[in-house]
C-alpha cells in the first residue's frame, strides 16, 4: 500500500528526463553549477521544476551545498538536488571552484548529448575539443523535469541535497549508465531515449532507496508511507481523492482512535489529516488543470467538491489565484534562447 502511494505521486509528477554531460576530471578540480532554474529552460524547455543530478562512475569526488559540509561520493553512488539548489562538485573540500555559465549550457545547447567534458586542474575544455585525462574520474551529470504543483508531498520531503551510496544495491545504475553513455557516442537508434528513461528510472530508484533507509525515528511523509496506520490513510487518500473522508473513516482505517490518528498523521505527515485531504485534492485539481482540458467545473466534481464556487474558492485560498488563472499562468511555454558570445565546438573557456 505504501508503495502505491509513492508510484502515484511519482505518475502526478511526471519525470522526464534530459540531455547530460560525460565529465572526466583530474588533478584539483572543483566546479560550480547554478541554480537549476538558471538553466531550465535550455536543458528542460516547458519543466515546471528541474532537478540536476550526478552518478560517479569511476574514482573520487565530493558533493556539497554551498555552507553546508561536504559529502564523498563512492563509485556507483548517486546525488540529486530536488529544489534545483546551486552546488559544488570537487576533487576535495576547499578547492576553488569554477563557475558552470547559464550562459555556457546556452551556447552549447545544440551539441550532441551527453557531451563530453574534460577537466584537468584549472584546464576546462569540451565536445570535440575534450580529451580524457590519465588517472581520471568519470561522471554522468544530467537533469531531471517534473511537473510541480501547489502541494507535491514527495519534493517538499526530500532533502536538498539527496545522496544515495550504492552500498551494493546500486552498482546496476553505474553499468547502465556507462552502457547509455556508449550508445549515445556509438549514434545507435534510441540511445537518447535510453538516457531520459534510465535518468527517470535512477531518481525513482534513489527515493525509494532514500526512503527505505531513514531511521526508525524520523518523521515527513515519506516515513508515513511506511508507519501502517497512517501509509494506510495515504492510500486510502489518494487511491480516492474524490471521497468525502471524514476523520472517523480514517481513523477507523488505521484501527486507531480519532484522537490517536490525529496525533500520529499530524506528527510524522506534518500537517492534520483534514488539512492533507483538502490539500492533495487541490494538487490533482491542478495536475488535471494543467493536462487536460476539461472545464474547471468537471475538475471540480472530480476532485470531490459539490460545486465550482466551493472549489474556486478553496483553491483560490490554497493557491492564492483562482484555477483559471492558475491554468493560464502554468500553460507550457514556447523556448526562447537568449544569444551567447560563445562558440557551439570544443574549447578551454569555462565562462
Given at each position: 500500500m505504501e508503495t502505491d502511494t509513492l508510484s502515484d505521486v511519482l505518475r502526478t509528477v511526471r519525470?522526464?528526463?534530459a540531455a547530460?554531460?560525460?565529465?572526466?576530471?583530474?588533478g584539483d578540480w572543483a566546479v560550480e553549477a547554478p541554480p537549476a532554474v538558471e538553466v531550465a529552460d535550455t536543458v528542460l524547455p516547458g519543466a515546471v521544476h528541474v532537478m540536476e543530478y550526478h552518478v560517479l562512475l569511476d574514482g573520487a569526488a565530493w558533493a556539497a551545498l554551498p555552507g553546508q559540509a561536504p559529502v564523498r561520493l563512492a563509485p556507483g553512488d548517486v546525488v540529486v538536488f530536488p529544489q534545483g539548489d546551486p552546488h559544488i562538485l570537487c576533487?576535495?573540500?576547499?578547492?576553488?571552484?569554477?563557475?558552470?555559465?547559464?550562459?555556457?549550457?546556452?551556447?552549447?545547447?545544440?551539441?550532441?548529448?551527453?557531451?563530453?567534458?574534460?577537466i584537468d586542474g584549472a584546464r576546462f575544455a569540451w565536445g570535440a575539443g575534450a580529451r580524457r585525462p590519465a588517472q581520471a574520474s568519470d561522471i554522468v551529470c544530467g537533469f531531471l523535469?517534473?511537473?510541480?504543483?501547489?502541494f507535491n508531498p514527495l519534493l517538499e520531503a526530500l532533502p536538498r541535497m539527496l545522496h544515495v551510496a550504492a552500498d551494493g544495491d546500486g552498482l546496476w545504475?553505474?553499468?547502465?549508465?556507462?552502457?547509455?553513455?556508449?550508445?549515445?557516442?556509438?549514434?545507435?537508434?534510441?540511445g537518447g531515449a535510453l538516457v531520459e528513461r534510465i535518468s527517470e528510472t535512477m531518481f525513482i530508484d534513489a527515493v525509494r532507496r532514500h526512503a527505505g533507509r531513514l531511521p526508525a525515528q524520523a518523521t515527513g511523509w515519506l516515513?508515513?508511507?511506511r508507519d501502517r496506520q497512517v501509509g494506510r490513510a495515504l492510500a486510502l487518500v489518494h487511491a480516492d481523492p474524490q471521497h468525502p473522508w471524514s476523520i472517523a473513516e480514517l481513523a477507523g482505517a488505521a484501527?486507531?482512535?480519532?484522537?490517536?490518528?490525529c496525533e500520529r498523521f499530524t506528527r510524522l505527515v506534518g500537517v492534520a489529516p483534514a488539512r492533507y485531504v483538502a490539500r492533495w485534492r487541490i494538487e490533482v485539481a491542478a495536475t488535471l488543470l494543467r493536462q487536460s482540458g476539461a472545464t474547471v467545473a468537471a475538475i471540480a466534481f472530480d476532485v470531490g467538491y459539490e460545486s465550482e464556487a466551493a472549489f474556486t474558492r478553496a483553491f483560490s485560498r490554497m493557491v492564492g489565484v483562482p484555477p483559471s488563472r492558475w491554468r493560464g499562468?502554468?500553460?507550457?511555454?514556447?523556448?526562447?534562447?537568449?544569444?551567447?558570445?560563445?562558440p557551439t565546438s570544443g574549447g578551454d573557456r569555462w565562462t
Open positions: 519525470l522526464r528526463g547530460f554531460y560525460a565529465v572526466s576530471v583530474a576533487s576535495a573540500p576547499g578547492v576553488p571552484p569554477l563557475r558552470f555559465s547559464p550562459d555556457w549550457v546556452r551556447a552549447t545547447e545544440a551539441v550532441p548529448k551527453p557531451m563530453a567534458i574534460a523535469g517534473c511537473d510541480h504543483g501547489p545504475l553505474r553499468q547502465l549508465m556507462r552502457q547509455a553513455v556508449q550508445a549515445c557516442r556509438s549514434d545507435a537508434p534510441g516515513a508515513a508511507l484501527a486507531l482512535s480519532r484522537s490517536a490518528f499562468a502554468n500553460e507550457k511555454k514556447p523556448l526562447t534562447l537568449r544569444s551567447a558570445a560563445f
